[in-house]
């Protein structure tokens, strides 16, 4: 019988990995606390429509992408692409936009259906931070400062850079998109097949194209810069004042867009050239009609998403991940000859008696010899021993496994005392 694999491009995660991806959690989490943003859930499969609507049915995810099938009912749904269309959707439906601000993050799988490359799968994990009602430079810069603040906190801020641009109003946008198809449907010849895809599709697309010749064609035409209205460019100009008051640095990249049909102004993306051709971990802008475009009230929106797997991937080999993560416990009980239900009893006070105590109890039994072996591969500080002789009188042997101290032997009501340092050492 053929064996069951996991789908190509949907990765299993091991218990060696988890602990990485746990570190780069809490450190998101906490820096996000520092900022007041509160954390929102919602399904990973919505109604098709929400994102036709939202990312634009004449782009690369939702007529390639989209994992898209009926239910049961004949009706169209889709595994979640992107986080932000289904954001709006949820704050929406349950009235957290009129009239409020908000500021939400959220984490969590979203699918794609293309081809698998080191850190770009499908299915992968972002994080994402949205502000709704919100409309000058300074919810921009904060979002700016806030993901700033957290690769510093990973210590990953020497490989990351900040690449800022405008895209403009919906209006000045269509100006300089008519401008540059008519540009470019002049020199087709010199494009590349992608790019001529791109001309009939989705022509702000070929801005951030990665070949040589269509990028030296690009110079020669025109600048998005050129077509900005006034207020646009008001905006941009607040925004990298703010930036330069906060000590934030940046680079004004005038071919910067956004891959989804929403974004308005503000667009940016910190880059890196640590995971090769894949060199943004972190991307987003303004998108202040998206909430009108799917049924709200014009509300001025603006946010980002960081893709996880990238960020672990630059965490492993740029950044620095604490050694404690190889720790899995704190102590390993190990429980020779007919005392498990002692051995229970006592994991059991130790974890109430020293909150954060990590305590693996041995089970299946075993020699004295091969329950030590497992301790010590254990990664656990401190065996603890606990025979017939002990049980019997009530005490427990504390072995030291990776400091050399000697064995000693203490009644089990004082041994969480004992233990209580391994806690505070790990904090």
Known sequence: MKKIQAIRGMNDLLPADTAV???LESVIKKTLAGFGYS?????VMEQTDLFKRSIGEVTD???????TFEDRNGESVTLRPEGTASCVRTCEEHGLLYNQTQRLWYMGPMFRYERPQKGRYRQFHQV??????LAGPDIDAELLLLSFNLF??????????????SLGSDEARSKFRDALVAYLSDHQDQLDEDSKRRLQTNPLRILDSKNAATQALLDAGPSLA????EESEQHFAGLTQLLDAAGVPYTVNRRLVRGLDYYTRTAFEWVTDKLGAQSAVCAGGRYDNLVAQLGGRDTPAVGFAIGLERLVLLLQSEGEVPEQLDQSVDVYLTAVGDVQAQALMLAAQLRESVPGLRVCMHCGGGSFKSQLKKADKSGAAVALILGENEASSGEVAV????????QQVCAQTEVAALLQPLVESSK
């Open 61 to 67: 995810i939702v007529e390639k992408e989209m994992y």
């Open 152 to 165: 510093k906190a990973l210590k990953l801020d020497h490989c990351v850079s900040l690449e800022i641009n």
């Open 128 to 133: 994402g931070i949205e502000t709704y009602g």
């Open 399 to 406: 072995k030291y496994l990776r400091d050399d101290k000697p």
């Open 226 to 229: 050129d077509y900005l209205d």
């Open 21 to 23: 991806w746990q570190y």
């Open 39 to 43: 954390e929102i859930r919602f399904p």
